[in-house]
């Protein structure tokens, strides 16, 4: 069978860029941002981000791009079937991602729900925090959100790759841009929003301590998308004539642009509020809708707002779906089954996670965390990394005169490609094996 592709390379960076763009810069970064140092961590992590990041992008769409393949069978493609535990691996993470992230994207929906029925009307902070707690912890509901968000990822990918993913990311990702320049007018014309910006804009580097550079290093993997085959996955599906290295540097752009935007969009109107913006994860259910609720035409701010982050959700959730599609539709499924059934399974999978913000609250399995927790803390500490550890690598180490070849073509490497080599073969390594060890507490900082 003829192996799909995008219709266009804007296709593809839009697409990439979806995944690249979730919650991960809108609902983590203002707050990782926020608790270690505004603009310090903002300078480390856009270091980090185009340095390792970039490589370990790059280094996904070389091997995609040149194999035409799923992420397991790519690594055999090239004879070396071993390595195929790479991608076997990144399936694996990509339902444990799935199983967390869809339930918090289903709490997205609820929101605009609840924003849009006015159900925070006249609450303060504390009963808003109140409600958050009740919805989060109650069975049945986060459930049947969990279900819808579900259904919806696998609808996109149910159209296939230029007419699912690829027409609802072209879509979606302007509208997207859109709401968030939105909000950021918003934000910063609101009296008072100097202090967040000024909180956000000036370096703090007193915060700044080994582990939170390991943070940013985790958030960027998490942030990118990588090392779990689902850049490799969207790589494959690209011809030859497309300009990777290009490619990779804009999807990293866009999606530093907007963890950077939605920080500026978020902080100064926490600020002008008096409220604090190192809520931890709560800055995004709590602190913002009582932000919304006392800033003028907060109505429509908050339901735009939930709308962001369900679109920024669902363009991540269907690129962790279609790794697993494009391999079982090697395996004899034809598309639709293959949909259709990892998208239950996925489901299934999270259900877990939502009751462990309630009913299941006293089963824990990593570290005294519940499912959720743990399968978030499995993702950041371990799988990524060493996923993300093991593909550079392979393209460092192994493969590298047709990774080479792939990204330059047939003339002299040019030094940027050089320094993408030694960046795969040395820094980035020795940097992800310090996630590792700081993150398994064989190392503590
Ligand atoms: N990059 C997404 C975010 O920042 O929210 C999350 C994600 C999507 C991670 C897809 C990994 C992935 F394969």
Redesign the pocket.
């Given at each position: 069978m003829k192996r799909e592709h995008w219709g266009s390379r804007l296709g593809f960076i839009m697409a990439a860029a979806g995944?690249?763009?979730?919650?991960?810069?809108i609902w983590k970064f203002p707050y990782m941002a926020g608790e270690n140092g505004g603009a310090a961590f903002i300078i480390i992590y856009l270091g980090i981000v185009f340095t390792i990041g970039l490589s370990l992008m790059l280094a996904e769409i070389t091997i995609g791009r040149h194999t035409q393949s799923d992420a397991i069978n790519a690594f055999k493609k090239f004879n070396r079937p071993a390595w195929s535990f790479i991608g076997i691996l990144g399936i694996v993470t990509?339902f444990v991602?799935f199983s967390f992230y869809s339930v918090v994207a289903g709490w997205t929906i609820a929101y605009v729900v609840k924003s849009a029925t006015g159900a925070f009307s006249g609450m303060d902070a504390a009963a808003i925090g109140d409600t958050f707690g009740g919805f989060v912890s109650s069975t049945v509901q986060p459930i049947v959100y969990h279900g819808i968000f579900a259904a919806l990822t696998v609808l996109v990918v149910l159209g296939g790759v230029s007419g699912g993913i690829e027409r609802a990311s072209k879509i979606l990702m302007p509208v997207l841009f859109l709401i968030l320049i939105a909000l950021v007018v918003r934000g910063v014309t609101l009296p008072g929003a100097e202090k967040g910006l000024e909180f956000f804009l000036s370096p703090d580097f007193s915060k700044i301590t080994a582990s939170t550079v390991m943070a940013a290093l985790g958030q960027a993997f998490?942030?990118?998308?990588l090392g779990?085959g689902?850049i490799l996955t969207y790589g494959s599906y690209l011809g030859k004539e497309a300009n990777i290295g290009r490619s990779a540097w804009q999807i990293a752009l866009l999606d530093t642009m907007v963890a950077i935007l939605a920080g500026l969009a978020i902080l100064p109107a926490v600020f002008a509020f008096n409220m604090d913006p190192a809520a931890g994860p709560g800055l995004t259910f709590v602190t913002l809708p009582a932000v919304f609720e006392a800033m003028p035409g907060g109505y429509f701010f908050s339901i735009i707002f939930f709308v962001l982050l369900t679109i920024a959700a669902l363009t991540?959730s269907i690129?962790?779906l279609e790794p697993i599609v494009s391999f079982f539709s090697t395996k004899g499924f034809t598309r639709t089954q293959a949909t259709i059934g990892a998208g239950v399974l996925a489901f299934l999978i999270g259900i877990p996670s939502s009751l462990s913000l309630g009913a299941w609250s006293d089963i824990h399995i990593i570290k005294g965390q519940g499912f959720l927790d743990s399968a978030s803390w499995l993702t950041d500490k371990i799988l990524l990394p060493v996923g993300g550890l093991l593909i550079c690598l392979f393209v460092g180490w192994v493969i590298t005169p047709i990774a080479i070849r792939e990204v330059s073509g047939e003339g002299e490497p040019s030094a940027l490609v050089k320094a993408w080599i030694f960046i795969l073969r040395f820094i980035a390594p020795i940097a992800i094996v310090m996630i590792l060890l700081t993150g398994l507490e064989i190392v503590t900082l």
């Open positions: 995944s690249a763009i979730g919650l991960g810069n990509a991602i998490f942030s990118l998308s779990m689902v991540s690129s962790l």
